[in-house]
Each structure stands twice: as C-alpha cells, then as structure tokens.
C-alpha cells in the first residue's frame, strides 16, 4: 500500500423516509440538537462521531447505513482498494467545503465509504 493511514471511521450516514421523526429520535438519542438541519441533511456531532441522516438515501441511493473511513488521498486509497477486488460504486465527488467523499463494495456487496478533506 502507498498510504496506510486512516483516521478511522469518524462519519456514519444513514438514509431515513421522515427525516422529521428521524431528527427527533436521533436528538432523543444524542442528547443534542443537530449542528446542520437542512430539508436534505440533517448532521450531529458528538464525541468525535458525525452521524448524518439522508432522506430517501439521498442522490447516492442509499438502502442501509454507511460508515466513511477517513482518508488523507481518496482517490490513492480508491486505487488500493479496487487494487485488492473492491468495485467502485460512487467515484469521488465534492460535497462541498472540500469535502471529498466516494463508496466502494467489497466481494460481498457491503457498502463502504472513504472521506477526504481538503
């Protein structure tokens, strides 16, 4: 491998169907109010975690939750990954702030993410 950093999985995202239920279950739950509330995400913070929810999936599709390993070169690690008989299912895209994310499916079709920030 060229880079075999990884800060860890510090971002889980899972796609709920009422994102106002979900909001407030997720509060219940955390003990906090969301840091970012938008009609397509609502994100929160705690203990070094972000855990966001996505309406319908979100653009991407998503069925279950996702959990985004945190890179410092997305597209090396894509490279290593797909390398070792990952498939790309996302290829990387800005989501904004420099924010570069992207998802992988190993042998048995799990969904994992990767997380850059630049």
Known sequence: ?????????KTV????????????V??????LPPQTDSSYYVGFDVAGQHIGLVPG???????????????????ARLA????AG???KDPARDVGGGRLVATVTDAD????????DR
Do not use: F
């Open 1 to 9: 491998m060229t880079d075999a950093s990884t800060q860890g999985i």
């Open 86 to 88: 990952g498939t790309v």
């Open 13 to 24: 995202l899972h796609p709920v169907s009422d994102l106002a239920t979900a909001k407030a």
């Open 57 to 75: 999936g979100g653009p991407q599709g998503m069925t279950s939750p996702v959990a985004y390993w945190h890179v410092p070169d997305i597209e």
């Open 26 to 31: 997720y509060t219940a739950l955390l003990g």
């Open 80 to 83: 290593e990954v797909t390398a």
């Open 109 to 116: 079709g799990n969904v994992l993410g990767l997380l850059q």
